[in-house]
């Protein structure tokens, strides 16, 4: 069983940064995929980015691409996603989750495994 622990989330002016961070624990498989979802108010929950845990292979939603980068620590079972230039519908409930690689990392329901979410409100 794998636990995810979400921190790193605020409240930031429009263009500004935030750095979320995901603590993992338990086993972590060398197929696995972790991601990171988006939940706005009123929405569905949607991908944003995600990567493979041994190959460090990386993948964006368009409308983050240029500004979000997703890394991961293996050491610090840490993966972490720094957000840049910050916008006002980036304001979501930002969740971590894990699960093998399936080739659909995209899809919310290709993983078991969530945070509690962290809050990332962006104010212009």
């Known amino acids: 069983q794998v636990q995810l622990v979400e921190s790193g989330g605020g409240l930031v002016q429009a263009g500004g940064s935030l750095r979320l961070s995901c603590k993992v624990s338990g086993i972590i498989f060398n197929n696995y995929v972790m991601d990171w979802f988006r939940q706005a108010p009123g929405q569905e929950r949607d991908f944003v980015a995600a990567i493979s845990w041994i190959r460090a292979v990386t993948y964006y939603v368009d409308s983050v691409k240029g500004r979000f980068t997703i890394a991961r620590d293996i050491a610090k079972s840490t993966v972490y996603l720094q957000m840049n230039s910050l916008k006002p519908e980036d304001t979501a409930v930002y969740y971590c989750?894990?699960?093998?690689?399936?080739?659909?990392?995209?899809?919310?329901?290709?993983?078991?495994?969530w945070g509690q979410g962290t809050q990332v409100t962006v104010y212009s």
């Open positions: 989750a894990a699960g093998p690689d399936s080739g659909l990392y995209y899809s919310e329901g290709a993983y078991r495994n």
